[in-house]
């Protein structure tokens, strides 16, 4: 995986870095784009063409902006008042609908596994994962959510994002 920093705009001053990233799967000399903070263990996403990698992350970091700006106006909310809704099962065909939060990280991602691009359904089995394991003190900040698939999800366990992304290959 090679990596070089990105300078300017949302992203600041060369804190998330632009990686590359052999994929077999797709023929020798294909490569997949992402959008890492290195420091952080985080992906923010993951594409097949760099400007499209570069444009999601660019999103993200405004979705995430905007969200602080409202959790910040809210009075140190706990997180259990704020999403209480995380641990339920995923909803029955003709069940109420996903919860607010889980839409949110649904659409962030674009409808697939953040990981492996499976498409997933909004009601349907797939998992709120941290990229930066609570194991490791990821947070429930909107930039360490992300959807995964089941098989993801299990394959991550305890990792950080990067690392797992590291092998998926
Ligand atoms: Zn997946």
């Given at each position: 995986m090679r990596t070089r920093p990105i300078f300017g705009g949302v992203f600041g001053n060369g804190r998330y870095c632009l990686a590359t990233m052999a994929c077999i799967a797709r023929g020798l000399h294909a490569v997949r784009y992402m959008v890492i903070e290195p420091r952080a263990g985080s992906v923010l996403s993951v594409a097949e063409e760099k400007t499209e990698a570069l444009q999601s992350a660019r999103r993200l970091l405004r979705a995430t902006e905007a969200l602080t700006r409202i959790e910040e106006r809210q009075a140190k909310p706990q997180q259990e008042q704020l999403w209480p809704e995380d641990d339920?099962?995923?909803a029955a065909p003709g069940a109420k609908p996903a919860p607010r939060r889980r839409r949110e990280i649904f659409e962030r991602s674009n409808g697939?596994?953040?990981?492996?691009?499976?498409?997933?359904?909004?009601?349907?089995?797939?998992?709120?994962?941290?990229?930066?394991?609570?194991?490791?003190?990821?947070?429930?900040?909107?930039?360490?959510?992300?959807?995964a698939c089941t098989s993801c999800n299990l394959a991550k366990s305890d990792r950080t994002a990067l690392e797992f992304v590291a092998t998926l290959q």
């Open positions: 339920l099962p995923p697939r596994c953040f990981y492996c691009g499976t498409v997933l359904q909004l009601d349907g089995k797939w998992h709120i994962e941290h990229q930066i394991p609570r194991a490791l003190d990821g947070d429930d900040s909107g930039i360490n959510l992300v959807a």
